[in-house]
């Protein structure tokens, strides 16, 4: 029998200028990425990569995501 992960994760949300393809992975869990057209396609893509690597054992790095910071170079 299967055991039920439930949690709340933050992705990261991008999308490739060459592919038009959204990218997103969790930050702090590695493993956990994915890629896809739409980004419904995207977060059911990325739930079922936690869910299989919480099955697998794998371990999310304690961490909280803060946000996003416009990091200004002259």
Do not use: W
Request: hydrophobic share 40%.
């Amino acid at each position: 029998m299967k055991r039920k992960h439930a949690g709340v994760y933050t992705a990261v949300i991008e999308r490739c200028p060459d592919t038009a393809l959204y990218i997103g992975y969790v930050p702090g869990f590695p493993g956990a990425h994915s890629q896809a057209a739409t980004v419904d396609e995207l977060t059911s893509n990325l739930r079922e990569v936690i869910s299989m690597l919480l099955e697998e054992g794998g371990q999310r790095v304690p961490g909280t995501f803060v946000g996003i910071q416009t990091v200004d170079v002259a």
